[in-house]
Structures are given as structure tokens and as C-alpha cells.
């Protein structure tokens, strides 16, 4: 059974770019969590998808935002990039809305220059 | 503002030693999780705990959650070089719903 998958491992832009990040969940997992990593804040939660619809919102400016599609694939988006936005994203899965069991990916590595 | 403390944040051992890591908070989980994170990966899952007074068993590791469920340790016994790496606590809360609440985490080493 294939982990969860994100694309693309790395990525560089330069302040005020926008960026989306994509993440393929377990196949059968309908929950697709997002979170940024970075040294100084360790993990902090940014938003939960199930069934297209998003659950739950961490406290993060509106220049962060994602979707879900139909087939359970999420996408995260950064508009307006700042250098402070430089962090690993992670995207995790879930069988289920609210599911304790999450299954992380590797991340991308975002580098905002 | 930082709901969970996790400590100590580095810990740099001789294979055979054994630590302990410890997560706290001022409010009270409604379950906690430890993970395993290595460089370049994602963490990994290794236990939940949900009921006050737990203990949780993974071979050398010993998982306790406290009984008042705002506290938890994970033991560590006869450390290997194997075990190096982040482990990081994490925990839901009632006011925060369904999300994870992360410790900034423990950067063990492990020497032999």
C-alpha cells in the first residue's frame, strides 16, 4: 500500500510568489490534514479536509489556504509568500474525519528567498 | 500560544543509557500521541494513549500518561544508535477539535 505522497519534494521561490503543494493521501483515506514545520515553531496545524469541506483551521493568515477533491487528493496554497513562510509542509491522512491515526509524508521543503 | 512543553529539547546519550522525555500541559489532553521524526521523513506514529493512568509497552520503549491526562513520559531502555532522532509528543484538545497539538520535540542522539 503507497504511503502518502507529496509533491514536489523541494521548492524556491521568491517573496511575493504564490505556491501550491500538492499531497495524495492513502488510498481509502478521506481525511487530509496540512501542517508547517519549521525549527522555531516546531509543528503548527493548518487546516483539516474531509469530503471536500474543511473541518477544522489553525490560527494562520488568510494567504494560506487549500482544497480537497473528489478523490480525496488535497492541494495548499501560499499566496503573497514571505520569507517567514520558508518551512517543511507536511500533509498527513486519515481513514476518517477526527481519526487519531495519522499517516504523514515526507513533506516539501519550501525555501522562500 | 504553545499548549504543550516538551523536555528536554536535546539529548545526547551513550549507546546502553537510558532517558526519559517528558510532555506536559496546563490543560487536559483528550489523548496524546508520541512520533518518531528522521531527517528528510515525515513523523511516524509510535503509540496513542488516551486513558489516564496508561502505560504502553514498544519493546524498549514505555509510553505513561499521567492521570490527570495532562502529562506523559516516554521511557527509553538500553538506548541504541537506532533510536536517534526527533520525538515529538502531540496531543487534542477540547477547544482545539480534531487538531494535533505538537511539543516543539527532543533531538535524541545516541553514540555507541
Known amino acids: 500500500k503507497a504511503g502518502v505522497t507529496q509533491t514536489p519534494r523541494y521548492l524556491i521561490k521568491t517573496r511575493g510568489q504564490q505556491v501550491t503543494l500538492s499531497c495524495s493521501p492513502i488510498?481509502?483515506?478521506?481525511?487530509v490534514s496540512w501542517y508547517q514545520q519549521t525549527p522555531g515553531q516546531g509543528l503548527q496545524f493548518l487546516f483539516e479536509?474531509?469530503?471536500?469541506?474543511?473541518?477544522n483551521k489553525g490560527n494562520f493568515p488568510g494567504r494560506f489556504s487549500g482544497r480537497q477533491f473528489s478523490n480525496s487528493r488535497s492541494e495548499m496554497n501560499v499566496s503573497t509568500l514571505e520569507l517567514g513562510d520558508s518551512a517543511l509542509y507536511l500533509c498527513?491522512?486519515?481513514?476518517?474525519?477526527?481519526?487519531?491515526?495519522?499517516?504523514f509524508g515526507s513533506g516539501t521543503q519550501l525555501s522562500v528567498l | 500560544t504553545q499548549l504543550l512543553e516538551q523536555s528536554p529539547q536535546f539529548l545526547s546519550i551513550q549507546e546502553g543509557e537510558n532517558l526519559t522525555v517528558y510532555c506536559n500541559s496546563s490543560?487536559?489532553?483528550?489523548?496524546l500521541q508520541w512520533y518518531r521524526q528522521e531527517p528528510g521523513e515525515g513523523p511516524v506514529l509510535l503509540v496513542t494513549?488516551?486513558?489516564?493512568?496508561e502505560v504502553k509497552k514498544l519493546k524498549r520503549l514505555t509510553f505513561q500518561f499521567g492521570d490527570a491526562r495532562k502529562d506523559s513520559s516516554l521511557h527509553i531502555t538500553a538506548a541504541q544508535p537506532g533510536d536517534t532522532g526527533l520525538y515529538l509528543c502531540?496531543?487534542?484538545?477540547?477547544?482545539?477539535?480534531?487538531?494535533?497539538?505538537f511539543g516543539k520535540g527532543t533531538t535524541l542522539s545516541v553514540s555507541s
Open positions: 498527513a491522512s486519515s481513514l476518517d474525519w477526527g481519526r487519531e491515526k495519522l499517516f
Open positions: 488510498s481509502g483515506h478521506r481525511s
Open positions: 479536509y474531509f469530503s471536500e469541506t474543511q473541518r
Open positions: 490543560s487536559v489532553f483528550s489523548s
Open positions: 494513549v488516551v486513558t489516564g493512568g
Open positions: 502531540a496531543g487534542t484538545f477540547r477547544q482545539a477539535g480534531t487538531a494535533l497539538i
